[in-house]
């Protein structure tokens, strides 16, 4: 955290200080990697990957190591990716692409899939998974594209 203020820290008696700018390091909440392990009764997937590397750090950037990541998949976790856009008739506004939706049983070990989730990748290990979005070659089974949420045993 970085906070400017117009006062001098070293000579201010009091506890408090009007500061006219806080700068906060971003959140970085999105992990690319490869599924090494899935559990899909209990609603986890193990997940290797590289964890990103903060941006504007003053310390030296690390050397590249692989590190797990246990990614929990809760009944309010989203599995989908886009789906092939349609071409625009002429003179129409274009369409967004209807996302082609995936339950936790389409997904496979070796597969890469990228975690969207609620904290910082590189400060945990231990991830809630908000959205999970699979590779573009992966189809998912006819049953999950007519699912509108992905059916998984929830986390107590």
């Known amino acids: 955290i970085t906070v400017s203020t117009s006062s001098d820290l070293r000579s201010v008696k009091s506890k408090e200080v009007e500061a006219y700018a806080v700068k906060l390091q971003p959140v970085i909440n999105t992990l690319t990697g490869k599924i090494s392990k899935i559990d899909t009764k209990e609603g986890l997937i193990i997940l290797k990957a590289i964890p990103p590397v903060r941006a504007g750090s003053k310390e030296p950037t690390p050397i590249p190591l692989e590190k797990e990541f246990s990614v929990s998949v809760t009944k309010d976790t989203e599995i989908s990716r886009a789906g092939p856009t349609e071409t625009p008739k002429a003179e129409t506004t274009p369409k ?52 509108p949420t992905p059916t998984v045993t929830p986390k107590k």
Request: glycine share 0%; net charge negative; no cysteine.
């Open 96 to 147: 967004p692409p209807k996302p082609f939706k995936y339950e936790i049983t389409d997904l496979k070990t070796d597969i890469q899939i990228i975690v969207y989730t609620d904290k910082d990748v590189i400060d945990n290990q231990k991830l809630k998974a908000l959205r999970i979005e699979p590779p573009a070659d992966l189809m998912p089974s006819e049953s999950s594209t007519t699912t």
